[in-house]
């Protein structure tokens, strides 16, 4: 059965890359060892990690004033390491609390400092963007996430500021051009846009580093991975490279305009069902829904475990909400193919016209 996946994380990939990823563990590069077998120090590794780097630096159009790390830990280890490098004891950094990712990186970040949360959409379930709001200019950054994966909005703006701008990116990088380069700081988990778990690109503007008190450990400090070249202790290589081969994927398909492009079809043809089909109700504010996750309801509750058994049935896989909001999901990263998109519309209208 061909297989749809909606997946939230880790997510789709495409084959290309999943290809080249299996021959690579079994023969990297036809040089006889194994991908995993090969050292972090060698210069087959530098040449992976160096390519990577100055791709991502292409597409984000990045000058020499801000590095791209690739480090440890995943997202959340950036909830602390950012207000660990950024924000001193008694400093305030001003914080937006638009979804469950966000609220967790201002429980991490009061650790270290004052947050100051200069916007909220709790208020109504975290199912709008809160745009409107004053940032005072002593704010030392502020931190937004620029995709709420699990609710579903996205800012389709920049937020206005001219404190430093740091942005949890994770589920929607290189999914659409931004000025990436008005960031002081940029992190994203790499397994939804941009390759496997395992491994966490950091994006960060030098100017903004060294200006705290407080002792760093090594591991935590930027600047020491910097100065490393993102090998200060062992990198993982496996999801690197799948990074890498993730990041030649996105330019030889035409770049991150033509990924926008694609998101936007994809997107526009799953709301349009979404509205005009009675069953399912979409649960956020139209001009703030997300390109990348459809956050919906059944109209009737009782039919969401039969519309899963359905999806089920149709190697659809992926669709239930998070835990924490229920509902129903939609994943539609890069990799999504227009035609798992059409399939799940045409299942829903089925659905829909059988149980009306
Ligand atoms: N931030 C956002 C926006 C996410 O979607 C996720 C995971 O889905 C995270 C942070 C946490 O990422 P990780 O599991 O890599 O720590």
């Known amino acids: ?18 290809n080249q990823a299996a021959e690579a563990v079994l023969n990297f590069n036809n040089i006889g060892l194994s991908l995993l077998e090969i050292g972090h120090r060698t210069s087959w590794f530098q040449d992976v990690l160096d390519e990577s780097r100055s791709l991502i630096k292409e597409l984000m159009q990045l000058g020499e004033e801000h590095e791209a790390l690739y480090l440890h830990g995943g997202a959340t280890t950036q909830f602390m390491q950012v207000p660990m490098n950024l924000l001193d004891d008694g400093e305030t950094a001003a914080y937006c609390d638009n979804g469950i990712w ?3 990186a201002i429980k991490e970040a009061k650790l270290f400092g004052n947050v100051n949360v200069v916007a909220s959409s709790k208020d109504k379930n975290h199912t709008y963007i809160n745009k409107g709001f004053e940032i005072p200019a002593t704010s030392k950054y502020l931190h937004y996430t620029t995709n709420n994966t699990v609710e579903g909005t996205q800012w389709h703006a920049l937020p206005e500021t001219n404190v430093p701008l740091v942005a949890d990116m994770s589920s929607d990088i290189f999914s659409r051009n931004m000025p990436f380069a008005k960031h002081s700081l940029i992190y994203a988990g790499a397994q939804k ?16 580093l060294g200006k705290i008190k407080r002792a760093i450990p090594p591991i935590m400090d930027y600047r020491i991975h910097i100065e490393n070249g993102s090998l200060l202790n062992t990198p993982p290589v496996f999801a690197v490279y799948v990074s890498l081969l993730t990041l030649r994927w996105i330019k030889k398909e035409g770049g ?20 005009s089909l009675p069953l399912f109700v979409p649960t956020v504010n139209k001009e703030d829904r997300s390109f990348m996750n459809a956050v919906f309801v059944m109209q009737r509750p009782e039919l969401e475990q039969p519309f899963l ?6 190697g659809m896989v992926g669709v239930k909400g998070h835990r924490s909001v229920g509902g129903l999901r939609v994943s539609m990263y890069n990799a999504m193919p227009m035609d798992s998109v059409k399939a799940f519309v045409e299942l829903m209208t089925e659905f829909n016209n059988k149980n009306l």
Do not use: W
């Open 1 to 18: 059965m061909k297989m749809h996946n909606f997946n939230s994380g880790p997510s789709i990939l495409p084959q290309e890359v999943l």
């Open 256 to 275: 991150l305009a033509e990924m926008e492009k694609r998101a936007k079809e994809r997107a526009e043809y799953l709301y349009n069902a979404l509205d």
């Open 193 to 208: 846009n941009m390759g496997a778990a395992g491994v966490t690109l950091v994006v960060v503007k030098k100017d903004v």
């Open 309 to 314: 058994d359905e999806c089920k049935k149709n």
């Open 102 to 104: 966000g609220s967790k």
